[in-house]
T-cell receptor, first 115, second 113 residues
């Protein structure tokens, strides 16, 4: 079956513009995660969705960042008024549940460049 | 969350075994040890996980120390395609512990032809 897909694969934008990044998780996966990976760094947790529960937004770096997950499936990460420090690869992952043994399946990421 | 420490980089020759170490001295009794790897320009992919016993799958083997304070990922015959960053992560009980996996810098493995 299809894995996690993300679009666009690359996004170049100007400072101050808004951007939307999309994630299509694996069908049937209730858990969805967004991460950010700056150049040469590890993964930084941003936000987590589990079913119909309220999302865990504790990793969002500022109020310019927001995310939605519609119908328990597709998710959109929105960054408003982008800044140069927002440049990074944004990774989405999904898993069947959030258990200790559940595997996270990652998408290929969206490389965001803010000029 | 418990932390892990890994060497920044390692080097291997093609078709030779590779042993990637990970220290997790503060691991709790209920933490699972997971390994992921990230190939260049790709998202991370799952490799293997275990709790106490050694584990084998088609990709690798995981050797877990008796006191569980360290583990070793074993690639039995490295190929050029195994060049990647390898992450060792602990996943435990409790709401929120797993969603905020602490991903360090991992070990960057270079494989020489």
């Amino acid at each position: 079956g299809a894995g996690v897909s993300q679009s666009p694969s690359n996004k170049v934008t100007e400072k101050g513009k808004d951007v939307e990044l999309r994630c299509d998780p694996i069908s049937g996966h209730t858990a969805l995660y967004w991460y950010r990976q700056s150049l040469g760094q590890g993964l930084e947790f941003l936000i987590y969705f589990q079913g119909n529960s309220a999302p865990d937004k504790s990793g969002l770096p500022s109020d310019r960042f927001s995310a939605e997950r519609t119908g328990g499936s597709v998710s959109t990460l929105t960054i408003q008024r982008t800044q140069q420090e927002d440049s990074a690869v944004y990774l989405c992952a999904s898993s069947y549940r959030e258990g200790r043994t559940d595997t996270q399946y990652f998408g290929p990421g969206t490389r965001l460049t803010v000029l | 969350d418990a932390k892990t420490t890994q060497p920044n980089s390692m080097e291997s020759n093609e078709e030779e075994p590779v042993h990637l170490p990970c220290n997790h001295s503060t691991i709790s009794g209920t933490d699972y040890i997971h390994w992921y790897r990230q190939l260049p320009s790709q998202g991370p992919e799952y490799v293997i996980h275990g709790l106490t016993s050694n584990v084998n799958n088609r990709m690798a083997s995981l050797a877990i120390a008796e006191d569980r304070k360290s583990s070793t990922l074993i690639l039995h015959r490295a190929t050029l395609r195994d060049a990647a960053v390898y992450y060792c992560i602990l996943r435990g009980l409790g709401a929120g512990n797993n969603r905020k996996l602490i991903w360090g810098l991992g070990t960057s493995l270079a494989v020489n032809p």
